[in-house]
């Protein structure tokens, strides 16, 4: 919704309609106004007509009472109000009540009363041509209600219903106007004839003076009671004065601010503010069309938390903010030239625009002092006196009077005036660069580094003259009697240097792109990104108290020594300001086309600045701040485009995929200055800053319970410690259901175990299959070893037999035929052994019973083994028994044949891993050579074991044993 601001001081209409040209000093009975920023919402903001009452609601919504039904507004938009259950009587509101409890009492020009609670609208007393005029709540909280018209009275609510109360016999008694609760306990009301009280404790209501039918009530901060009509003043009872061009009951509403001020919107149009009613002669200020109310038909009026005053009017709403600044002076209707301000030593501050010579002496309003004869050029403090450079002269302002100095005219225009510690006066010329008064003549200040424009530059003016040049983004220092050029590495880097400012902190340097200060010899630069506001610096006040202000194009700025310290010492780090611009009270922005401060402090304390709109001042002393935080309401969720009320645990359903969150802050003084975070619990890990924004949005969140916090700050930065919170829920589909993620896993634990088994399964049956081909395999062998082989050997051992029984008996031929029948017949007992083991091993288990059997035959030929067992027997597969029974076999083989030792030892030790089996031998050794080669040219012993270690995944060592032998190693997992 577009907002229009009214960013204006409020001064007399005489004072906007200045002669051309010239700016005038603001009248001292409109400085009240003028202490206000005035903003207006018109119809095309989005604003109700009608505004006929105004209260705020628990929460802090504005509430609006209107001829088109009952808002509520936020300071940002406007939201019309329906009931969920029930339904308005009327559209026409007259009377609003909001209770602490959110419960919000409505009166109808109709004659109806209505009660809204939780959404929930419930109606009271019967339509009449009685409009209810106002609503009050007693300290006990009996609630009261005021009704004119023929069916009128005064109403009390039972807890039930409205019953009217006796205030006499005449039909004037019903034609009540106004009631009040005072905060003693009494109850005032006023009729067509008389005004009434009922003291705290007494049962009836007392007449206490004749009372015309428009009077109407206000309690005053002290507990005073005024009344609008005339009549004798009492000490608890006065009649509020009436300005000379208006009568009394002047007064539709009244209203008296915590500051004592009263407010009355007057039946002839406007609201006029009185101030001072305790002094004889009380200030009157009238705001009207002319100073920016949108009509003279203004009725309701209200002070909210934040003391902003509201006024309601048929065509728009208008508000009230105090500010911290006052705009004393404006520019003429035709704007021309700027303001030359300065202060002198005894804290008075001069103003000059246009040849007209304001003072402000410290306590007191600035006040118009002369017309300078001729254009002025520059004004500068010196002393108590003020220097006043003119066109080709120099006068000197000594109190009230001129004179002109004795010195010889200057050589143009002068721009600066400044004398150094040795008496020295030095000028700056427009055009033409910096002189100095020696021996009685102007001389051009000596520079020695050239510069490519020394016609630019520019004398520090004021305190510290004479000592520094700047022209353009260069600056230059004075040694002896010539200026020198400071290295570039040493230059402030300000960009176009402004002004120079000497004072509690240090000597500081504003430009166009920041500010910089002296350190030794050299400048460090306040970067932009640490304060984006101090960019166009123009005034600059150092204050004996270690603040500092600067005046800047984005209005002026208030910091500390110790902020500046900080900043300076941590660069990128933000600086810590106030900021105060055209909402407090400061329109338009600092000048820039000055090379002397635009801002200067009076001797009472307040700060003097000129801007492209005026000339005004801040007291440091009395700056407006809110310390209220805001109060934030979450308005709604929008879920997939419904939309469900925010206040409770929200139910989303299934499948929510896009969701937005409305959320607002009731803070009132300045909305659009008001900034937000928020963070979603489970989603945002740390706080989101919003800004501005009143919204947040979220996809894809997955079901569950979740919560989402929003925290706001109010316009001058005070953060609301808890903010508020809602908490929602988004129900799962069916696949996101608890049980249905169990089923899925047994499912998928079922899936995986059925493939486990079957993956088992076949690789058992391949294992199964691949041991039987081998066991037929070795059958087969068996079988031809024993068909083929064995029988041809048997054959051979009978011839070998023939040829014995040919020989000579007892021969040796004889005898060595014999003894070779005899090894056959060894050599057939050991194959017929090796084919039984081969049939043998045909069923799954441990090793150690085939290398017991091994060690029993290799007894048999000379080779003693001893077979040791640590752990538990294993089960092996009758393939893999082949394997290490074929290792163990070579390993001791190699024994009896290389070791030259007779005997060995086999060691078993198994665990859950697997077996490990040792084969040493005391022997020779394996020699160093056949170890590195891995074995013996021509022979596959060695490589056999290596393989058959290969294909039973295990590892094979073969090792000289200490001091002696060899150790072979073999490591078999399970």
């Not at 018209?149 to 807890?159: H, I, K, T």
């Not at 039918?213 to 009872?237: F, H, Y």
């Not at 520059?378 to 450079?389: F, N, S, T």
């Not at 510069?451 to 353009?472: D, M, N, Y």
């Amino acid at each position: 919704m577009r907002k229009r601001t009214a960013r204006w001081m409020l001064l007399a209409a005489s004072l906007l309609a200045a002669a051309p040209g010239a700016a005038q000093a603001a009248p001292a009975a409109n400085q009240g106004l003028a202490g206000y920023n005035l903003r207006v919402w018109n119809l095309v903001d989005g604003a109700p007509p009608e505004i006929w009452a105004l209260a705020q609601s628990a929460e802090g919504y504005l509430l609006l009472g209107t001829g088109a039904g009952l808002y509520r507004f936020d300071g940002i938009n406007f939201e019309r109000m329906l009931p969920r259950v029930g339904s308005f009587p009327s559209n026409n509101i007259t009377a609003l009540l909001a209770l602490p409890d959110g419960a919000i009492w409505i009166g109808f020009f109709s004659g109806q009363v209505a009660r809204w609670k939780n959404g929930r609208l419930d109606c009271f007393l019967t339509s009449s041509a009685s409009p209810v005029e106002q609503f009050a709540r007693g300290r006990d909280g009996m609630l009261w209600a005021a009704r004119s018209g023929p069916e009128g009275g005064l109403f009390r609510f039972d807890g039930k219903g409205w019953t009217r109360v006796s205030l006499g016999e005449s039909m004037a008694e019903r034609q009540t106007r106004s009631v009040l609760a005072a905060r003693d306990g009494s109850l005032w009301v006023t009729t067509d004839r008389q005004l009434l009280v009922r003291r705290p404790g007494a049962t009836g209501f007392t007449a206490v003076r004749p009372s015309s039918g428009a009077a109407r009530l206000a309690e005053a901060p002290d507990g005073r009671i005024w009344t609008s009509g005339a009549g004798k003043d009492t000490p608890e009872l006065a009649s509020t004065p009436v300005p000379a061009d208006l009568r009394a009951p002047l007064a539709d509403r009244m209203l008296f601010g915590r500051d004592g001020t009263l407010w009355q919107s007057v039946f002839s149009g406007g609201v006029l503010q009185v101030r001072g009613l305790d002094r004889a002669t009380p200030n009157f200020a009238r705001l009207g069309p002319l100073e920016g109310l949108p009509s003279p038909v203004a009725v309701p009026l209200l002070e909210d938390r934040e003391r902003n005053v509201w006024i309601g009017t048929n065509l728009g709403l208008v508000r009230l903010r105090p500010v911290s600044a006052v705009t004393a002076l404006r520019l003429g209707a035709k704007p021309a030239g700027v303001f030359e301000v300065a202060a002198t030593d005894d804290g008075t501050v001069y103003a000059l625009y246009r040849q007209q010579l304001y003072r402000v002496r410290p306590g007191a309003p600035i006040t118009r002092l002369m017309t300078v004869p001729g254009h002025a050029t520059v004004i500068e403090a010196e002393g108590r006196d003020l220097i006043i450079g003119l066109r080709g002269r120099v006068l000197r302002l000594r109190g009230d009077r001129l004179e002109r100095l004795d010195m010889p005219p200057p050589p143009g225009d002068v721009t600066s005036w400044s004398r150094d510690a040795g008496g020295t006066v030095w000028i700056t010329i427009a055009n033409r660069g910096v002189f100095r008064l020696v021996a009685g003549a102007w001389r051009p200040a000596p520079i020695a580094s050239p510069l490519a424009q020394p016609q630019a530059a520019h004398a520090v003016s004021g305190r510290g003259g004479g000592g520094w040049l700047f022209a353009h983004d260069l600056l230059l220092r004075r040694g002896g009697d010539a200026f020198r050029l400071l290295p570039r590495d040493a230059q402030p880097k300000v960009g176009h240097i402004h002004l120079l400012s000497f004072g509690p902190a240090g000597m500081l340097v504003g430009g166009e792109t920041g500010l910089a200060r002296r350190v030794g010899d050299r400048f460090e630069t306040l970067p932009l990104r640490s304060a984006p506001d101090l960019a166009g610096i123009s005034g600059i006040v150092q204050a004996p108290d270690g603040t500092v202000w600067i005046n800047t194009v984005h209005g002026l700025i208030r910091t500390t020594i110790g902020d500046l310290d900080a900043a300076f010492a941590r660069p990128g780090m933000p600086l810590r300001l106030q900021l105060f611009g055209a909402g407090d009270g400061l329109p338009g922005v600092a000048q820039q086309d000055e090379h002397r401060s635009t801002a200067v402090r009076g001797g009472d304390g307040r700060l003097w600045v000129s801007n492209t709109l005026g000339f005004g001042w801040i007291d440091p002393a009395r700056i407006v701040r809110n310390a209220l935080p805001p109060q934030v309401v979450i308005r709604s969720l929008t879920a997939n485009g419904t939309v469900y009320p925010a206040p409770g645990t929200i139910a989303l359903p299934a499948g929510t995929a896009n969701l937005r969150i409305a959320y607002t802050a009731l803070s009132l003084a300045e909305a659009e200055r008001v900034r937000f975070r928020y963070r979603l619990v489970g989603v945002d890990r740390n706080w989101v800053d919003a800004g501005s924004a009143r919204e947040a949005y979220y996809a894809n969140l997955g079901p569950g319970e979740w919560r989402f916090q929003v925290i706001a700050a109010n316009n001058d930065g005070v953060w609301s410690d808890e903010g508020t919170t809602v908490h929602f829920t988004i129900a799962p589909r069916y696949y996101q259901t608890t049980w249905f993620r169990v089923l899925a896993i047994g499912l998928g634990a079922g899936l995986l175990w059925l493939l486990y088994a079957w993956r088992l399964r076949e690789q058992m049956a391949r294992g199964r299959a691949r041991a039987e081909a081998q066991i037929a395999e070795r059958e087969r062998i068996a079988r031809e070893l024993h068909d083929t082989l064995l029988q041809s050997m048997q054959g051979l051992m009978l011839r070998f037999q023939a040829a014995s029984y040919a020989t000579e008996p007892g021969s040796q031929a004889q005898a060595l035929l014999d003894s070779a029948l005899d090894r056959a017949d060894d050599v057939m007992l050991e194959a017929r052994d090796r084919v039984l083991a081969l049939r043998q091993i045909h069923a799954p288990g441990d090793p150690q019973p085939l290398i017991e059997e091994l060690a029993r035959c290799l007894a048999e030929e000379g080779l003693a083994v001893s077979v040791t067992r640590e752990g538990p027997l294993l089960r092996y597969q009758p393939a893999q028994l082949e394997q290490i029974l074929a290792i163990v076999q070579e390993a001791l083989a190699n024994v009896r044949r290389h070791a030259g030792t007779s005997a060995a030892t086999v060691a078993l030790r198994s665990g859950r891993e697997g077996i490990a089996i040792e084969v040493r031998d005391s022997g020779s050794g394996i020699p160093p050579a056949i170890a590195a080669q891995g074995g013996r040219h021509g022979h596959y012993g060695l490589q056999g074991m290596r393989e058959r270690a290969e294909a039973l995944r295990g590892t094979l060592t073969i090792a000289p044993a200490t001091p002696h032998g060899t150790i072979v190693h073999l490591i078999v997992p399970r």
